[in-house]
C-alpha cells in the first residue's frame, strides 16, 4: 500500500501506521485472518502480509482512496457553499468550537492590530 510498518512492533500496533486503519480495526483484521495480533510484525511470512493486504484493500479504505474521498467530501462542501464548507475555505473550526478565545491550531499565530497608545483627546 506504499507505506513501511515497523518490524520491531506488535502486528496490532504496527498497522496502526496505515492511514484509516486504527486499533480496533487493526485488532479485527488479525482476528479475521487468524493472526495473533500480539507477534512482531518481522515475525509475518510472506503468505501473511499478502493477505492481510489484500484484505484492507478489499474491504477497508484505507490510504490513498480515504484521503481522496475525505478531500472531494471537503471539496463538495465548499463547493455547494454550505455552513461547513465555508468553515473549512475560512480556515475556522468546522464543528461549532468557539472563536474568541482559542482556536489559534487553526487561525494561526495572532495578527496583533495596533492600539491607541498614548493618544491624547484634545477636546
Do not use: F, W
Request: charged share 35%.
Amino acid at each position: 500500500m506504499g507505506v513501511d510498518i515497523p518490524n520491531d512492533k506488535q502486528i496490532q500496533y504496527s498497522l496502526t501506521y496505515l492511514y484509516g486503519v486504527g486499533l480496533y480495526t487493526a485488532r479485527e483484521v488479525c482476528e479475521k485472518l487468524k493472526i495473533d495480533p500480539t507477534r512482531p510484525a518481522s515475525d509475518l511470512a510472506e503468505d501473511e502480509v499478502s493477505r492481510l493486504a489484500a484484505m484492507l484493500e478489499r474491504d477497508y479504505t484505507v490510504e490513498g482512496p480515504l484521503r481522496r474521498q475525505l478531500s472531494t467530501n471537503i471539496a463538495r462542501l465548499r463547493e455547494i457553499k454550505s455552513y461547513r464548507g465555508l468553515r473549512h475555505r475560512m480556515s475556522l473550526p468546522v464543528r461549532g468550537q468557539r472563536t474568541k478565545t482559542n482556536a489559534r491550531t487553526r487561525k494561526g499565530p495572532r495578527k496583533t492590530v495596533a492600539g491607541k497608545k498614548g493618544v491624547k483627546d484634545l477636546r
